[in-house]
Protein backbone atom coordinates (compact mmCIF):
# COMPACT_ATOMS: atom_id res chain seq x y z
CA UNK A 1 0.00 0.00 0.00
CA UNK A 2 1.02 3.19 -0.41
CA UNK A 3 2.56 5.55 1.82
CA UNK A 4 0.16 8.97 2.34
CA UNK A 5 1.68 12.11 0.98
CA UNK A 6 2.55 14.61 3.68
CA UNK A 7 -0.19 17.21 3.05
CA UNK A 8 0.87 21.11 4.14
CA UNK A 9 -1.67 23.94 4.08
CA UNK A 10 0.69 27.02 4.50
CA UNK A 11 0.48 27.36 0.70
CA UNK A 12 4.25 26.74 0.41
CA UNK A 13 5.70 24.92 -2.68
CA UNK A 14 7.02 21.67 -1.19
CA UNK A 15 8.12 17.64 -1.43
CA UNK A 16 5.50 15.98 -0.49
CA UNK A 17 6.82 12.57 -1.30
CA UNK A 18 9.72 10.89 -3.06
CA UNK A 19 9.56 7.60 -4.76
CA UNK A 20 11.93 5.36 -6.18
CA UNK A 21 11.84 2.50 -7.84
CA UNK A 22 15.32 -0.15 -7.99
CA UNK A 23 13.74 -1.69 -11.61
CA UNK A 24 11.41 -1.34 -14.23
CA UNK A 25 9.33 -3.68 -12.70
CA UNK A 26 9.56 -2.81 -9.28
CA UNK A 27 6.98 -0.67 -7.56
CA UNK A 28 8.13 2.80 -6.73
CA UNK A 29 9.05 2.92 -3.13
CA UNK A 30 8.19 6.24 -0.85
CA UNK A 31 11.29 7.07 1.00
CA UNK A 32 11.63 10.43 2.90
CA UNK A 33 14.80 11.23 1.72
CA UNK A 34 17.08 10.58 -1.49
CA UNK A 35 20.54 11.58 -2.50
CA UNK A 36 20.53 13.92 -6.00
CA UNK A 37 23.35 12.95 -8.12
CA UNK A 38 23.94 15.12 -11.29
CA UNK A 39 24.54 13.33 -14.09
CA UNK A 40 22.68 10.15 -12.92
CA UNK A 41 19.76 10.18 -10.83
CA UNK A 42 18.89 9.54 -7.38
CA UNK A 43 20.09 7.33 -5.52
CA UNK A 44 18.36 4.29 -5.71
CA UNK A 45 16.40 4.58 -8.60
CA UNK A 46 16.74 2.49 -11.77
CA UNK A 47 17.61 5.56 -13.70
CA UNK A 48 20.56 5.70 -11.31
CA UNK A 49 21.85 2.33 -12.50
CA UNK A 50 20.26 2.72 -15.80
CA UNK A 51 17.64 0.20 -15.74
CA UNK A 52 14.83 2.49 -16.09
CA UNK A 53 11.96 1.38 -19.14
CA UNK A 54 13.34 4.58 -20.88
CA UNK A 55 16.91 5.05 -19.97
CA UNK A 56 19.31 6.12 -22.84
CA UNK A 57 22.68 5.26 -23.14
CA UNK A 58 24.43 7.84 -22.68
CA UNK A 59 22.65 9.29 -20.18
CA UNK A 60 20.27 12.79 -21.31
CA UNK A 61 20.10 15.14 -18.26
CA UNK A 62 15.87 14.89 -19.18
CA UNK A 63 16.07 11.66 -17.68
CA UNK A 64 17.61 12.17 -14.39
CA UNK A 65 14.45 13.05 -11.91
CA UNK A 66 10.72 13.75 -12.80
CA UNK A 67 8.19 15.89 -10.81
CA UNK A 68 4.48 15.15 -10.61
CA UNK A 69 1.53 17.72 -9.09
CA UNK A 70 -0.09 15.55 -6.12
CA UNK A 71 -3.04 17.77 -7.27
CA UNK A 72 -3.29 16.17 -10.76
CA UNK A 73 -2.98 13.17 -9.55
CA UNK A 74 -5.98 14.01 -6.89
CA UNK A 75 -7.92 15.72 -9.62
CA UNK A 76 -7.16 12.58 -12.53
CA UNK A 77 -8.22 10.02 -9.82
CA UNK A 78 -11.24 12.11 -8.81
CA UNK A 79 -12.40 12.92 -12.80
CA UNK A 80 -11.85 8.89 -13.60
CA UNK A 81 -12.90 7.24 -10.74
CA UNK A 82 -9.48 5.60 -10.91
CA UNK A 83 -7.78 4.09 -8.06
CA UNK A 84 -4.73 6.48 -9.66
CA UNK A 85 -1.93 7.21 -6.88
CA UNK A 86 1.14 8.92 -7.24
CA UNK A 87 3.02 5.66 -7.21
CA UNK A 88 0.82 5.16 -10.61
CA UNK A 89 2.42 7.90 -12.21
CA UNK A 90 6.18 6.48 -11.68
CA UNK A 91 7.52 9.64 -11.09
CA UNK A 92 9.85 10.18 -8.58
CA UNK A 93 8.99 13.63 -6.75
CA UNK A 94 5.63 14.80 -5.63
CA UNK A 95 5.19 18.24 -5.10
CA UNK A 96 2.11 20.59 -3.59
CA UNK A 97 1.45 23.58 -4.10
CA UNK A 98 4.02 23.94 -7.73
CA UNK A 99 2.70 24.61 -11.53
CA UNK A 100 5.52 22.67 -12.43
CA UNK A 101 4.37 23.82 -16.32
CA UNK A 102 5.60 26.99 -14.84
CA UNK A 103 9.17 24.94 -14.26
CA UNK A 104 9.83 24.16 -17.56
CA UNK A 105 13.33 25.52 -19.11
CA UNK A 106 13.81 27.06 -15.57
CA UNK A 107 16.44 26.67 -12.98
CA UNK A 108 14.81 26.07 -9.41
CA UNK A 109 15.59 24.65 -6.21
CA UNK A 110 14.70 21.59 -4.24
CA UNK A 111 15.45 22.27 -0.72
CA UNK A 112 19.54 22.64 -1.39
CA UNK A 113 19.46 21.08 -4.49
CA UNK A 114 19.32 22.96 -7.77
CA UNK A 115 17.51 21.60 -10.51
CA UNK A 116 16.81 22.59 -14.17
CA UNK A 117 13.29 21.73 -15.75
CA UNK A 118 13.73 20.22 -19.37
CA UNK A 119 10.34 19.22 -20.67
CA UNK A 120 6.90 18.05 -19.47
CA UNK A 121 6.60 15.06 -18.69
CA UNK A 122 3.58 13.54 -20.98
CA UNK A 123 1.86 10.34 -20.14
CA UNK A 124 3.58 7.26 -21.98
CA UNK A 125 1.83 4.20 -23.19
CA UNK A 126 3.65 2.32 -20.94
CA UNK A 127 1.81 3.79 -17.95
CA UNK A 128 -1.65 3.12 -20.10
CA UNK A 129 -0.84 -0.50 -20.40
CA UNK A 130 0.61 -1.20 -17.30
CA UNK A 131 -2.10 0.76 -14.93
CA UNK A 132 -4.79 2.53 -16.70
CA UNK A 133 -5.47 3.43 -20.58
CA UNK A 134 -7.70 6.50 -19.78
CA UNK A 135 -3.62 8.01 -18.30
CA UNK A 136 -2.93 8.97 -21.61
CA UNK A 137 -5.74 11.31 -22.60
CA UNK A 138 -6.47 12.70 -18.55
CA UNK A 139 -2.64 13.50 -17.99
CA UNK A 140 -1.87 15.14 -21.33
CA UNK A 141 0.30 18.32 -20.08
CA UNK A 142 -0.52 17.10 -16.17
CA UNK A 143 1.64 14.16 -16.21
CA UNK A 144 4.91 16.31 -14.45
CA UNK A 145 8.22 17.36 -15.57
CA UNK A 146 11.51 15.86 -16.38
CA UNK A 147 14.61 17.50 -15.24
CA UNK A 148 18.14 17.49 -14.96
CA UNK A 149 20.02 18.08 -11.53
CA UNK A 150 22.59 20.89 -11.44
CA UNK A 151 24.04 20.34 -8.02
CA UNK A 152 24.15 17.12 -5.61
CA UNK A 153 22.61 17.28 -2.29
CA UNK A 154 19.66 15.06 -0.48
CA UNK A 155 16.08 16.07 -0.52
CA UNK A 156 13.56 15.80 1.84
CA UNK A 157 10.24 15.28 1.81
CA UNK A 158 8.89 18.78 3.03
CA UNK A 159 11.88 20.63 1.13
CA UNK A 160 10.30 23.50 -0.32
CA UNK A 161 10.48 24.24 -3.87
CA UNK A 162 11.64 28.34 -5.19
CA UNK A 163 13.20 29.30 -8.03
CA UNK A 164 16.74 30.41 -8.12
Do not use: W
Amino acid sequence: MEAPAERFDDGMKRVAQILISPSPASAMQPTQEVRAIPGKSLVGDRYFSGEGTFSPHPQKPDYEITFIEREKIEAFARESGLPFTACHARRNIVTEGVDLNELDGKEFLVGEVRIRGIRLCEPCSYLAKAFFPEILKGLVNKGGLRAQILSEGVIHVGDCLKES
